[in-house]
């Protein structure tokens, strides 16, 4: 089913346009898609709409996280990275400025409250950084909302965080702590020294997740996004480290 009224919609799939491309990484893009007059995409927190392309004659579906605010009016913007074999990357590294593609939903979402939780810990790798950054907009948005927040972003290269500008931002705000853990740097010293003190290199392990854990301010509420191999790794770790089930969540 698809549909050209420009709502977004659980059941079909609307047609939008792509207002805006920019390359990230070698492997991940930016697009911005337009929004009829002032209307917004109304997401609730970590909130994801789905994809479809046709490839070679196949149909293929994807769920992304915008990562624009909720309530931005007039676009939304997502993140996405393309993999050399993947069908839907395929079709994404074809898509230019004003292209039309094909999406619907919202579906899922953390029912995130203000102030419902004392310290969130934010463990995401790579893209897994999209459905966060709404929540830490919309803490830092908020005056009233005291949250602590600890976002420990997975990379392989320094070169390859997403979004640097943002979350240096983001950074700045006083409830706000990001570590970054990059798995194929081997040395710090290359790095800006704005970096040094809050990144670590390798991958987030049991003994560095168990410190981070320590250094929380409070009894932290941990979101979880990656590859199904590092979110099924986070949930083991957590474990170990006396966090229960019940103060997880995985989108």
Partial sequence: MLSNNSELNPDTF??????????LTEDTYQYKFELPGNSS?????????????????????????????????????VLMKCYEAGLMSQYIKTWKKGDTVF?????????????????????ASGTGLAPMLPILQSITDDEEDETFVTL???????????????????????NIRIFYVLSQETSLEKLPWSYQENTYTGRLNEDLLK??????????????????????????????????ENSCFVF
């Fill in 14 to 23: 609307t047609a939008f346009n792509i207002s805006s491309v920019e390359q």
């Fill in 41 to 77: 995409l109304r997401l609730s927190l970590g909130q994801h709409i789905v994809l479809r392309g046709v490839v070679n004659g196949l149909e293929v579906q994807r769920a992304y996280t915008p990562i624009s605010p909720g309530n931005a009016e007039g676009y939304f913007e």
């Fill in 103 to 123: 999406w619907r939903g919202p579906f899922g979402g953390f029912p995130y409250r203000p102030n419902k939780h004392g310290e969130l810990l934010m463990l």
């Fill in 152 to 174: 420990v972003g997975c990379f392989c290269t320094f070169d390859k965080i997403y979004l640097k500008s943002l979350l240096q931002d983001l950074a700045r705000y006083w």
């Fill in 211 to 244: 410190m981070i854990i320590n250094s929380c301010r409070r009894k932290p509420f941990v979101l979880i996004c990656g590859s199904s191999a590092f979110n099924e790794d986070m949930s083991r770790y957590l474990k170990a480290a006396g966090i229960e």
